[in-house]
């Protein structure tokens, strides 16, 4: 079918794909450097995710600095339909003759200047996050709420750091950063103590977030459990929902890998947007324990974007992708997890949302049903394909020649 065949079949259920293909093409997302090179960073090559993080696989290739990362990203992008910002993480400092390394404490934004000049030669807007793992200082798993005040004093001012980077980067590009704490402190087995910790985190949160950032849209993401920290997350949900409720210009990020395997996300979108701003997400699938595979074109990642789209909150639903997988080809792996989100979206921008409310308003939940369901098979393809030909990238399975290609010239010479 044509794109004017399938423009004219979701007319019939009116559906304006023009305006779905507008409104796709506007909405930036914010992809993850570290897909790049399994989280490792550049401030101890010899480092690596660990503490309640885990990436696993051994695909050769990996990002190993700056020059790397950033052609494997520019590779990958150039397959990504839509706007896009970078999502950065404090490990990945440049560090130059000029500019040698200090510890996480001690980073400025001088560290991260090369990355903001990156961003503008190429058109990309920046998130950011401290590095809260990873790291000597980490003591049994913990940090904002370790029971050491040393350890303690050590990622605050990490935080602070970071959040001072993120305002920089936010004077520099004229625009709002997202500044993301995201910690691993829980503990394995049943805690003696759960309050402590949590109040030693409400007063390091406090002290972190006491400077005004006004270019900064601060984040705490939740978490229920990792491997290793099986028993208690001090950073939970109703932890941050709270302490985001409780504080102005803190939101609580919300992964759709950190919950209950039977919770999703997508349900709790439209209770924050009720009280929040903004509402910033990590999109990335959940397998069981693991919260942070490729993004795949599946019904959660759908029903994320339909509640963004009908609930009209493009603007206040922030999306960061969130993944690593260090089993297949990188490069891929970005652009099959971006191009699965954008689809999704394009996707949710095509549903017949005004006649389901109504359906589902005047108590019509046969109609809303039946609707639900025949819109899965209107010729969306068709859209798809006219989407990524006018943002200029590939439609079909073609891109992952270009990607062997890089994989066989650049990757495997690594
Ligand atoms: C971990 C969190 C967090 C990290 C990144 C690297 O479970 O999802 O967002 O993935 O900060
Ligand atoms: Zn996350």
Same mark, same amino acid.
């Given at each position: 079918m044509s794109y004017s065949e399938a423009k004219a079949a979701y007319a019939a259920y009116g559906i304006d794909t023009e305006a779905a293909l507008a409104k796709c093409a506007a909405k930036p997302i914010s992809l993850h450097c570290w897909q790049g090179d399994d989280v490792v960073g550049f401030d101890n090559p010899e480092g690596g995710a660990g503490n309640g993080l885990a990436v696993t696989g051994n695909y050769p290739g990996r990002g190993r600095n700056f020059e790397e990362l950033k052609a494997d990203f520019l590779q990958a992008i150039r397959l990504i339909p839509g706007k896009k910002r970078i999502n950065l993480h404090a490990c990945y400092a440049v560090f130059t003759e000029e500019n040698p390394w200090v510890d996480r404490d001690k980073l400025e934004y001088?560290?991260?200047? =090369?990355w $903001?000049?990156?961003a503008k030669e190429n058109g990309l807007g920046i998130d950011f996050n401290p590095t809260v793992f990873s790291h000597p200082m980490m003591k049994d798993g913990l940090s904002l709420s370790s029971p050491d005040a040393a350890v303690r004093r050590f990622w605050i001012d990490h935080c602070i750091a970071s959040r001072r980077i993120a305002q920089k980067i936010g004077e520099a590009m004229g625009d709002k950063v997202e500044n993301n704490v995201w910690i691993p402190d829980g503990y394995k087995d049943t805690p003696a103590d759960r309050l402590g910790p949590r109040q030693r985190l409400k007063d390091a949160l406090d002290e972190i977030f006491a400077e005004e950032c006004p270019n900064v849209i601060d984040c705490v993401e939740s978490k229920f459990f990792a491997v290793g920290v099986e028993s208690y997350t001090t950073g939970s949900n109703e932890f941050y929902t709270a302490y985001a409720a409780s504080h102005k210009n803190v939101y609580n990020l919300m992964d759709a890998g950190h919950y209950h395997p039977s919770e999703s996300i997508s349900d709790k979108i439209s209770a924050m947007l009720l009280y929040f701003e903004y509402v910033p997400l990590h999109v990335t699938r959940g397998v069981n324990w693991d919260s942070d595979h490729v993004v795949s074109f599946d019904d959660e990642t759908k029903e994320i974007c339909k509640e963004i789209v009908r609930n009209n909150a493009l603007d206040r639903?922030? $999306?960061g992708l969130d993944f690593f997988d260090a089993s297949i080809n990188r490069v891929a792996a970005w652009v099959i997890g971006a191009r699965n989100?954008? +689809?999704?979206?394009?996707?949710a921008l095509l549903q017949p949302d005004a006649e389901l409310i109504a359906m589902q308003n005047a108590g019509d939940f046969t109609g809303r049903l039946m609707?639900?369901?025949?819109? +899965?098979?209107? =010729?969306?393809?068709? $859209?798809w394909a006219e989407y990524c030909a006018r943002t200029g990238v590939p439609a079909g399975k073609g891109w992952y020649q270009t990607v062997k290609q890089y994989e066989k010239e650049v990757l495997l010479g690594r």
């Open positions: 001088k560290h991260f200047a =090369p $903001v000049a990156f639903v922030l $999306v989100f954008e +689809k999704a979206l394009l996707f609707l639900q369901e025949e819109a +899965k098979t209107l =010729p969306f393809a068709d $859209v």
